[in-house]
Structure formats: C-alpha cells, structure tokens
T-cell receptor
C-alpha cells in the first residue's frame, strides 16, 4: 500500500546524544515535511523540502537537521543542541500541482522521542 | 501575521447528535486553503475536508461539512450523526498563498469526546 513510513515509533535518548528519525514515502510526492507536536498542542513546522537536494527551515528548526538525497526519504536528526527534544514527531508529504488544488498533506504515524 | 485559532480545548457530544468545532483564522491573503484533520489517540493525522478561499459552496465529505464564513474568517467543522469512533483530537489548518510549498499552519486543536 502507498503511504508514509516513520521509524522508530518510540525512541529513548540520553541527553547529549544525536538521534535520527526515518521517514520514507512511496507516494511519489515531491514535497516532504517534518512537524513537531507537544502534548495538547498543534503541529509546528521544523523543516520542509520541495525537491531532492533542497530543503528549507520551518518555524522551529534550531537544534534539528535534515537531508533529502532521495525523493522517497527525508530523515530528521535531533541534535544535542535541541534543548527540549521530548515530543511527538510527524513526517508528511504532498504532491505538487496548482495551489488551488486540495494538496492535502499525508502523514506518517509519528515517532515519539523521549529524552531521559 | 497568519494565525489559526481554535478556542474549544475540549468538546462533548452525545452519540448520534451533530457537533460544531470552531476555527477562526487571521490573514491578509486573498488566496488560501483551509483543512481539517482528525488525530486519534494512535497519533496519525487523518485528512477530513478542504475548503478553498474562492470556493463558493461549503465543502462536504460524508458526515463532515465545513461552515465557511469568509467575512468572519471562520471555518467551522460540522460533524453530523456523531459516532463513538469520532472521539479524537481535531485540528484546523491553513495554507497561505504567501507561504512556501504546501506547508500548513495548524491550530491548537479541539479534543472531541463522543458519549454513548
């Protein structure tokens, strides 16, 4: 089935360690996104990528890094510089086309990161 | 500044009744898109319905309809004949024409509980 796969679903990290969250999509979408969700809050954009080998910072990019070497993959690294990394991380993708099309985001099931 | 506001942190509805979830937005853009997503306790984000700012008719998708009042800058979600499976977090989101790619800005969400 087509969709977005995030792994791992649960991850524990010690303070000072970097951790990488995987996001793979087989929807042939050009654009991919990473959002962060804190308890009881909405989603905030970390990074997004419209095409391979290109990505832009979102609203809360500090302490995070990404790469987009393949169309299907958009991994997110949570670095030790991120002061409060415990959160739920959601990856999404969308197809290109007219702005006036629906163009909804398709989401993965999320990765829950806990810093011990 | 672009902003999405959901003023109802929690809502309760009796099974089989209709419920309205509020969403207001603030933008100076003329072209924009409005989305509603459902997030069950499992965490994934499920796209429900879309309304374009130039759409003259309110969007409908099955039991979901969007009460779009452009002059009031509101885009309320109406769920008819509520079911127990509708219990979830609901997010209003907006795509602005001045934004890049198809990134969405999300509200803080409304937790809906359907009572048997």
């Amino acid at each position: 089935d087509g969709g977005i796969t995030q792994s791992p679903k649960y991850l524990f990290r010690k303070e000072g360690q970097n951790v990488t969250l995987s996001c793979e999509q087989n929807l042939n979408h050009d654009a991919m996104y990473w959002y962060r969700q804190d308890p009881g809050q909405g989603l905030r954009l970390i990074y997004y990528s419209q095409i391979v080998n290109d990505f832009q910072k979102g609203d809360i990019a500090e302490g995070y890094s990404v790469s987009r070497e393949k169309k299907e993959s958009f991994p997110l690294t949570v670095t030790s510089a991120q002061k409060n990394p415990t959160a739920f991380y959601l990856c999404a993708s969308s197809g290109t086309g007219s702005f006036y099309g629906t163009g909804e985001l398709f989401f993965g099931e999320g990765s829950r990161l806990t810093v011990l | 500044a672009q902003k999405i506001t959901q003023t109802q942190p929690g809502m309760f509805v009796q099974e089989k009744e209709a419920v309205t979830l509020d969403c207001t937005y603030d933008t100076s853009d003329q072209s924009y898109g409005l989305f509603w997503y459902k997030q069950p306790s499992s965490g994934e984000m499920i796209f429900l319905i879309y309304q374009g700012s130039y759409d003259e008719q309110n969007a409908t998708e099955g039991r979901y309809s969007l009460n779009f009042q452009k002059a009031r800058k509101s885009a309320n979600l109406v769920i008819s004949a509520s079911q127990l499976g509708d219990s979830a977090m609901y997010f209003c989101a907006m795509r602005f024409s001045s934004g890049s790619a198809r990134q969405l800005t999300f509200g803080s969400g409304t937790q809906l509980t359907v009572l048997p």
